[in-house]
């Protein structure tokens, strides 16, 4: 039987009634197979199309943290042949957003209401975008500031970001 993307996506849209949190259920089931990041990453693309855009791998997720990793490819750059600050916001919002799912309450859910950048240097190769964000413990409606930066191979930070991002009850 062929896997159809399109079930397992409408499926998954209707398991998240509530009582599940399904970015974590699937990253702690998939993340441990081979190629199980790469294929976790790829439904999170198709769950939220523009995200999956830049084709980030995440590689690290747990309760408030994640660690996500995009390659540098023509198709990301700008003029100045760099990542362009879009595909870096990009990255940051994925990196804030997994993380926060990944820890937060089944019954809750979020939105990014708001979003700082502050480009530091010019980004090309790989980066990789870490988080280390609060852990909210219900779903109380309440706004989260969750911290991101994006750091090139040397480990020099090339963006910060804060995403505020409003928590509540799932409908």
Not at 34 to 39: A, H, M, S, T
Not at 44 to 72: C, F, M, N
Not at 150 to 159: K, Q, S, T
């Amino acid at each position: 039987m062929a896997l159809n993307i399109q079930d397992l996506m409408k499926q998954l849209r209707n398991w998240n009634n509530g009582s599940r949190n399904i970015a974590k259920e699937g990253w702690d089931t998939l993340s441990r197979l081979p190629r199980g990041k790469y294929i976790y990453s790829y439904l999170i693309g198709r769950y939220a199309p523009y995200t999956g855009s830049i084709k980030a791998v995440i590689e690290e997720l747990s309760t408030g943290h994640s660690e996500v990793v995009l390659k540098d490819t023509p198709n990301l750059r700008n003029h100045l042949q760099s990542i362009h600050a879009v595909a870096l916001a990009n990255l940051a919002e994925l990196t804030g957003n997994i993380a926060l799912s990944y820890s937060m309450p089944a019954d809750a859910r979020f939105i990014v209401s708001k979003m700082e950048l502050e480009y530091v240097k010019k980004a090309r190769g790989t980066v990789t975008g870490v988080c280390d964000c609060p852990v909210p413990t219900s779903n109380a409606k309440k706004t989260y500031l969750v911290p991101v930066r994006i750091v090139n191979d040397a480990g020099e930070v090339v963006c910060k970001a804060t995403l505020h991002s409003l928590v509540g009850p799932k409908k």
